[in-house]
Structure formats: structure tokens, C-alpha cells
């Protein structure tokens, strides 16, 4: 039992002394300046965010890209065609929703989109993507694709996308559309 306490008193005397030490060394090096008050328009400072240390950092803004093509590929499409809408599929990513296209019986199309602003640190840019066929129910698809640093460069990335239809899903055929 006495050796228990005498581990606790120790550990309580180090743990103070790291806290005193530590308050010490802040309230040397950092002088409060005098407070003024704001006015009423006054800009706000850049958003921080505190690192491990304690440390603040500035807050970093997304990676943009000038544009990315959209390579799709919809198998199981009737004579008809369809119609296709692409929008943000989630808050980490931003962009102008593009606007309703076309695409032929055949199911290619490129799709251009352009300042894609991508707000998460993974640099994920997810996509929902409506197909809307005649006689059918409007079809929802979200894919994603990873901004690469060579992404990132002077060239602009290329997405394929492929996508099954309710027509080939429906259809009950097995067969593969190239």
C-alpha cells in the first residue's frame, strides 16, 4: 500500500510541474496586447485551425481544378436515347451543375465540366448523375474519382464513367454493349 502512494505522489508532483512550467513559458513569450474595439464592418481575419502542437495554422482552401472531361458510357439504352444531369454529389465538392445533355442510342458522350472546387482533404470529387429515359423513372448514379497531383497539373484529367441502364437491367439479357 505505501508504495502505491508514494507512485501516485509522484506522479501528481510531475504532472503539476510540467503544468506550471508550461503556463510559465506561455505568459513569458506572449504579451496581451491592449484591446481595441471593433468597428461595426470590420473584416474578420482568415479562419485557423489548431495542429497538434497547439499551433495555429490557416485554414487551406480547396483544390481547384479548371476542368475535367466526362467520359460516359450508358449501355442498354432504347432508340430513344437519354437525357443526363450531372450535379454535386456531396458538400466536399463544388461546381456549376452542367447543363441537361443528350446522348444517342449509341451511349457515349463527353461531358465537360468546368471550376471544380474540391473541399475535402482526401481530394475525392463525387458526382450524381441523373439518366433520364423516355417511359422510365429517373435513374440517380454516384461516382467519384481521386485528383492526383498529375490531375492537379497543366493538362486536363479525363473521367469514364459507365453506367448500366434500366432498359439493360430490365431486359433480363446478359449480354455485354461494347
Known amino acids: ?10 506522479a501528481l508532483i510531475g504532472v503539476s510541474t510540467l503544468l506550471i512550467g508550461r503556463g510559465l513559458s506561455a505568459q513569458g513569450t506572449g504579451e496581451a496586447a491592449p484591446s481595441k474595439p471593433k468597428a461595426k464592418g470590420a473584416e474578420k481575419p482568415a479562419p485557423e485551425r489548431r495542429t497538434r502542437g ?13 476542368k475535367v472531361h466526362l467520359r460516359l ?3 442498354g439504352l432504347g432508340t430513344e436515347g437519354c437525357d443526363v444531369e450531372i450535379k454535386p454529389a456531396n458538400r466536399s465538392v463544388k461546381f456549376r451543375p452542367a447543363p441537361m445533355v443528350h446522348v444517342r442510342s449509341d451511349g457515349h458522350a463527353t461531358i465537360e465540366l468546368r471550376e471544380i472546387e474540391l473541399r ?10 441523373t439518366v433520364r429515359q423516355p417511359g ?3 435513374q440517380t448514379v454516384y461516382r467519384g474519382f481521386m485528383a492526383t497531383a498529375t490531375g492537379l497539373g497543366a493538362s486536363t484529367p479525363d473521367f469514364n464513367c459507365f453506367i448500366n441502364s434500366r432498359l439493360a437491367d430490365a431486359s433480363g439479357s446478359r449480354t455485354v454493349r461494347k
Open 54 to 66: 497547439g499551433e495555429t495554422a490557416p485554414k487551406a482552401d480547396g483544390t481547384k481544378l479548371p
Open 120 to 129: 475535402g482533404a482526401d481530394k475525392i470529387c463525387s458526382l450524381a448523375i
Open 73 to 75: 458510357a450508358i449501355a
Open 1 to 10: 500500500m505505501r508504495v502505491r502512494s508514494w507512485m501516485a505522489a509522484l
Open 136 to 138: 422510365q423513372e429517373p
